[in-house]
């Protein structure tokens, strides 16, 4: 069973930078793809980000691409997303997930493990 713990979000102008991180215990973190989701108030829970096991491959939403990058490190069993230029649309609660296929993170939205979600709210 793996826990995951997500943290870094909070409340920043239109514009800025914040980088959420998540800490993985429990399981085997290499046998897992890691990602983020977002849920904004109303809307469905979308993909954001996602990465191998290896970390030798990223995907991205095309809301977010060029803006955001996702990294780990397993040593650490951590990964974290970094955000900037951020903008309004991009508030929601930020979810760090894992599975053990990276196509049912960014297809799906789907995860077998789930962080608590960390609030990222951008002010216009």
């Known amino acids: 069973q793996v826990q995951l713990v997500d943290s870094g979000g909070g409340l920043v102008q239109t514009g800025g930078s914040l980088t959420l991180s998540c800490a993985a215990s429990?399981?085997?973190?290499?046998?897992?793809?890691m990602g983020w989701f977002r849920q904004a108030p109303g809307k469905e829970r979308e993909f954001v980000a996602a990465?191998?096991?290896?970390?030798?491959?990223?995907y991205y939403a095309d809301s977010v691409k060029g803006r955001f990058t996702i990294a780990r490190d397993n040593a650490k069993n951590t990964i974290a997303l970094q955000m900037h230029s951020l903008k309004p649309e991009d508030t929601a609660v930020y979810y760090c997930?894992?599975?053990?296929?990276?196509?049912?993170?960014?297809?799906?939205?789907?995860?077998?493990?789930w962080g608590q979600g960390t609030q990222v709210t951008v002010s216009s």
């Open positions: 429990g399981g085997t973190f290499r046998d897992y793809a």
């Open positions: 997930v894992g599975d053990r296929a990276a196509s049912r993170l960014r297809v799906e939205a789907a995860a077998d493990y």
């Open positions: 990465i191998s096991w290896s970390g030798l491959s990223a």
